[in-house]
């Protein structure tokens, strides 16, 4: 017997939204621009949390609906701090999306390696200061390139060992995958209603998963 299967997932599939608040990080372009365009259409509430507020206000008048536009830069952690500060409500779902890929070495404001910086830390910081204010789920964007990276505790920084480009991309991603999957095991472990995903979604068929039992993370 043949097993036909799945078809794949489309935006069509997203259950409508309405009522519903989603603050998606780097919402200006490639897949933050995507994913907030088919939210709008399924009917939620988007907050763009952005760098180029300008563009943002672009981009929210060109989709209509409820949109909303608010300044994060997250390589610096004032400006952080200052999103999650001025953020009134809840929001039911964080898209941790923003990202930088295999840029030239340079440092953020607080004067982390920027790619780690950026992908990781600012987003760490981000959901933490909103945690209380999450009523549904977090959503981290990793990559597959996370399987080339490798968490260099006694230098993060590229302080001692040379920066190769690639290798602190991997990092940063590798960071923001167990990111995930231990906010996941800390929601289940507390009985909290929130889930934390980690995606990756560059495949073909996009997919999304929940972090394994603590039993199956070595």
């Not at 206000?57 to 610096?76: K, P, T, Y």
């Not at 001692?160 to 990092?171: C, V």
Request: hydrophobic share 40%; with cysteine; charged share 20%.
């Amino acid at each position: 017997m043949f097993r036909t299967s799945p078809a794949p997932w489309t935006t069509a599939d997203i259950p409508p939204q309405q009522g519903r608040t989603v603050i998606v990080t780097g919402a200006t372009s490639g897949l933050g621009l995507e994913t907030t365009r088919a939210l709008v259409h399924a009917g939620a509430r988007v907050v763009l949390a952005v760098r180029n507020t300008t563009r943002g206000e672009e981009i929210a008048s060109e989709l209509g609906g409820a949109v909303s536009v608010r300044r994060l830069d997250l390589g610096d952690l004032t400006s952080v701090r200052e999103f999650a500060a001025g953020f009134e409500g809840t929001a039911d779902v964080l898209v941790n999306n923003a990202g930088l890929m295999a840029v030239p070495f340079s440092r953020t404001a607080d004067g982390f390696e920027t790619q780690l910086g950026v992908n990781f830390l600012g987003h760490f910081a981000l959901t933490g200061l909103l945690a209380d204010r999450i009523t549904d789920r977090v959503v981290t964007l990793s990559s597959v390139v996370h399987r080339m990276g490798r968490i260099g505790i006694d230098d993060l920084n590229f302080e001692r060992r040379r920066y190769e480009r690639w290798t602190a991309y991997g990092q940063s991603k590798l960071a923001c995958l167990m990111f995930a999957y231990e906010l996941e095991h800390r929601f289940v472990a507390a009985g909290s209603r929130l889930r934390s995903m980690a995606a990756h979604p560059a495949t073909r068929r996009p997919t999304c998963s929940r972090a394994p039992s603590p039993s199956r993370t070595r």
